[in-house]
C-alpha cells in the first residue's frame, strides 16, 4: 500500500494511493496515520479491509493538498555523512560509527509545501533523503530482527541551515529543525512495495539543473544497522522517523557553496516514492 494524508495543515486526513494513482479517502476506518495506528498494526488492518471496501471510499479532489504522509511523529533521527561520497565531499573521514542528530517533529510538513527560508538565513541547503518510519517499538533489537520494525518509506529532504548548523555553537539540530525544514512524502509505502531499499536510485534538482544523483547502495550504514544501532540508545517508538542520510551533491559542497534563495525550486524523487516539489519563499512574520 501507499499511505498518504490530504487537507490543509493541522487537519489531514488519511488516504491511499491506488495502483492507478488515485487518492481515495480511508478516513472513515483510520483516524490517522500516527503512532497508535501503527502501533495497533494499522496498516495490516487497513489492508484487509480494503480489499472489500476500496471501492467505497470517496476520491480525493487532485487538488487538495498532500499532507505528510504520516502524522506528527515523537521524534525524526537523523543520519548524517552516510554516504561515501557525500563523506568525501565534505571533506570529512568516513565515520566509524553512524553520526545521528534530531530535527524537531515541528519541522514536518508536506511534499508539496513551500519551502520557507528561515528569518536572518543565508545558507539553506536541501538534501534528498530516504527515511523509514517505525512500525513496532524497538529497542535493543538485533540486526537480524530491525527490519520487522518497518512500517515502510518514504523520502525527506532534510533542508539545512548551514550556517545555524556549523557556525553557530552547540549541536547540529538548531539548523535542522526550522518550520518545513522536513517535507515528507508524498506517501509512505509499505515494505512489500519496495523490493530492495538499499538498491533505490535518488536525486535532486534546483531549477532544472540536477544537483544530486546517486543510489541507495552508496550509503555506509545500512538500514538494518540504523535501526539496531539507534535502538541501544533510545527506545523508537511506532510512527518515529528515521531518515537515513544525503547523497554527494549538496549546496554547501559545491566550489563555491550553493545556497537557495526566495523563487528557486526543489524537484527530488526517490525510486518508488515518488516525487516531490518545493518552492522556496522568504521569511515573513505572521
Known amino acids: 500500500m501507499k499511505l498518504c494524508r490530504f487537507g490543509e495543515m493541522g487537519r489531514e486526513k ?13 478516513s472513515g476506518h483510520a483516524r490517522d496515520f500516527d503512532d497508535a ?7 495490516e488492518k487497513l489492508s484487509a ?11 480525493v479532489p487532485e487538488s487538495a493538498r498532500w499532507g505528510a504522509c504520516i502524522a506528527r511523529p515523537s521524534k525524526i533521527v537523523c543520519i548524517g555523512l552516510n554516504y561515501a561520497r557525500h563523506a568525501a565531499e565534505t571533506g570529512k573521514e568516513v565515520p566509524k560509527e553512524p553520526v545521528i542528530f534530531m530535527k524537531a517533529p515541528s519541522a514536518l510538513c508536506g511534499a508539496f509545501d513551500d519551502l520557507v527560508i528561515p528569518k536572518n538565513s543565508q545558507k539553506t541547503d536541501w ?5 523509514l518510519v517505525i512500525g513496532k517499538r524497538a529497542s535493543y533489537v538485533s540486526e537480524a530482527e530491525a527490519m520487522g520494525h518497518v512500517a515502510g518509506y518514504c523520502m525527506l529532504n532534510d533542508y539545512s541551515e548551514r550556517a545555524f548548523q556549523l557556525e553557530r555553537a552547540g549541536q547540529w539540530v538548531k539548523g535542522k529543525s526550522c518550520d518545513t525544514f ?4 508524498p506517501y509512505l509505502a ?6 530492495d531499499p538499499h538498491n533505490l536510485a535518488l536525486g535532486l534538482s534546483v531549477n532544472g539543473v540536477v544537483r544530486q544523483n546517486s543510489n541507495t547502495s552508496d550509503l555506509i550504514f545500512g538500514l538494518p544497522k540504523l535501526i539496531s544501532y539507534l535502538s541501544e540508545f533510545m527506545t523508537l517508538l511506532p510512527g518515529d522517523v528515521i ?3 544525503t547523497p554527494e551533491g549538496v549546496g554547501l559542497g559545491m566550489k563555491p557553496p550553493q545556497y537557495l534563495k526566495p523563487g528557486d525550486v526543489v524537484e527530488l524523487f526517490v525510486e518508488g516514492l515518488g516525487k516531490a516539489k518545493q518552492k522556496a519563499v522568504a521569511y515573513h512574520a505572521s
Open 37 to 43: 495506528f501503527f502501533a495497533a498494526g494499522g496498516a
Open 190 to 195: 509499505t515494505p512489500d512495495e519496495i523490493r
Open 243 to 245: 531518515s537515513t542520510g
Open 14 to 26: 488519511p488516504a491511499l494511493v491506488t495502483a492507478r494513482g488515485v487518492r481515495r479517502d480511508v
Open 182 to 185: 522536513a517535507p515528507l512524502g
Open 127 to 131: 538534501e534528498v533523503e530516504l527515511a
Open 49 to 59: 479491509w480494503l480489499r472489500a471496501n476500496e471501492e467505497t471510499c470517496g476520491v
